[in-house]
T-cell receptor, first 115, second 116 residues
Framework: AQSVTQLDSHVSVSEGTPVLLRCNYSSSYSPSLFWYVQHPNKGLQLLLKYTSAATLVKGINGFEAEFKKSETSFHLTKPSAHMSDAAEYFCVVSDGSSNTGKLIFGQGTTLQVKP | EAQVTQNPRYLITVTGKKLTVTCSQNMNHEYMSWYRQDPGLGLRQIYYSMNVEVTDKGDVPEGYKVSRKEKRNFPLILESPSPNQTSLYFC???????????????FGPGTRLTVL
């Protein structure tokens, strides 16, 4: 069965410092993995996705994530945080082991950026 | 403008009074899905649809119904709402239906439902 664990419910960084949001997944087959961002009182927007091509994926606004099969991880990083990055971030997995359109979301990580 | 619309955006109702939340997309997407968002639980998938007349359960389908009679519409029906269905609901759509899902989900603005 597929599952997603976001290891931190809340991350606080100072503006200009690196961001690391951690995500571990469980999947019995080659998954697709996504990161979505939700700004306060807004809908969700795709940041980036891994779909079995390059393992280092670049997304919007300077974010990137690396798919590590051996560690079953898909951590999200950004070299330098900006105040506008404050939001909630969701790691999402889609498992290809069965013919299912299910998407599993992590519990979310709230990123706080301090001036 | 390509978008997913939901109506109503806010709804306060009472236990047992049937309600429908509409979802419509104008992108000719095959895949549509409903989620509920609750604090500390992230988003949980309620139902999804791979195409017209094809629907399937997500992780939390109890108490909900859906239908997909047209490609663009995917209403969520609560036949007898209860207070534990108080939540923020999102509809989403994406292009295709290969497995695993690889396409970007486009989300609606959300519907905040309160059941008293």
């Amino acid at each position: 069965a597929q599952s997603v664990t976001q290891l931190d419910s809340h991350v606080s960084v100072s503006e200009g410092t690196p961001v690391l949001l951690r995500c571990n997944y469980s999947s019995s087959y080659s998954p697709s993995l996504f990161w979505y961002v939700q700004h306060p009182n807004k809908g969700l927007q795709l940041l980036l996705k891994y779909t079995s091509a390059a393992t280092l994926v670049k997304g919007i606004n300077g974010f990137e994530a690396e798919f590590k099969k051996s560690e079953t991880s898909f951590h999200l990083t950004k070299p330098s945080a900006h105040m506008s990055d404050a939001a909630e971030y969701f790691c999402v997995v889609s498992d290809g082991s069965s013919n299912t359109g299910k998407l599993i979301f992590g519990q979310g990580t709230t990123l706080q950026v301090k001036p | 403008e390509a978008q997913v619309t939901q109506n109503p955006r806010y709804l306060i109702t009472v236990t047992g009074k049937k309600l429908t939340v509409t979802c419509s997309q104008n992108m000719n997407h095959e895949y549509m899905s409903w989620y509920r968002q609750d604090p500390g639980l992230g988003l949980r998938q309620i139902y999804y649809s791979m195409n017209v007349e094809v629907t399937d359960k997500g992780d939390v389908p109890e108490g909900y119904k859906v239908s997909r009679k047209e490609k663009r519409n995917f209403p969520l029906i609560l036949e007898s709402p209860s207070p534990n269905q108080t939540s923020l609901y999102f509809c989403a759509s994406s292009v295709g239906t290969v497995f695993p899902i690889t396409d970007t989900q486009y989300f609606g603005p959300g519907t905040r439902l309160t059941v008293l």
